[in-house]
């Protein structure tokens, strides 16, 4: 069972920065992040192919920044962060083959801008 690891996160002040980082078990074709905004619903923030290609949701036009660097490990980062940047950041992979995709999710980081 491939694993997800999660790091960074935790309190941040308005205005601040964030940097997250996810580290597979093993490579993926796709690696991205998600976000749960409290009482609202997991939103994609955007995910990346191994060959480049991104697939970027609405929560990705506050300013959000995503890459990697090897097949294993996906950054999340964000300057000027404010209160609605918070909530719980899930690291996503899909792995499997094409025909039989297998989609894998971190235990998730939670992620406070304090106003």
């Known amino acids: 069972q491939a694993q997800l690891v999660e790091s960074g996160g935790g309190l941040v002040q308005f205005g601040g920065s964030l940097r997250l980082t996810c580290v597979g078990s093993?490579?993926?074709?796709?690696m991205g992040w998600y976000r749960q905004p409290p009482g609202k619903q997991r939103e994609l923030v955007a995910t990346?192919?191994?060959?480049?290609?991104a697939n970027y949701g609405e929560a990705a036009k506050a300013g959000f920044n995503i890459s990697r660097d090897t097949k294993k490990t996906v950054y999340l980062a964000k300057d000027r962060l404010t209160p609605e940047d918070t909530g719980r950041y899930f690291c996503?992979?899909?792995?499997?083959?094409?025909?039989?995709?297998?989609?894998?999710w971190g235990q998730g980081i939670q992620v406070t801008v304090s106003p």
């Open positions: 093993e490579k993926f074709f796709i």
């Open positions: 990346l192919q191994s060959d480049g290609t």
């Open positions: 996503y992979a899909r792995g499997g083959t094409y025909r039989n995709p297998l989609d894998y």
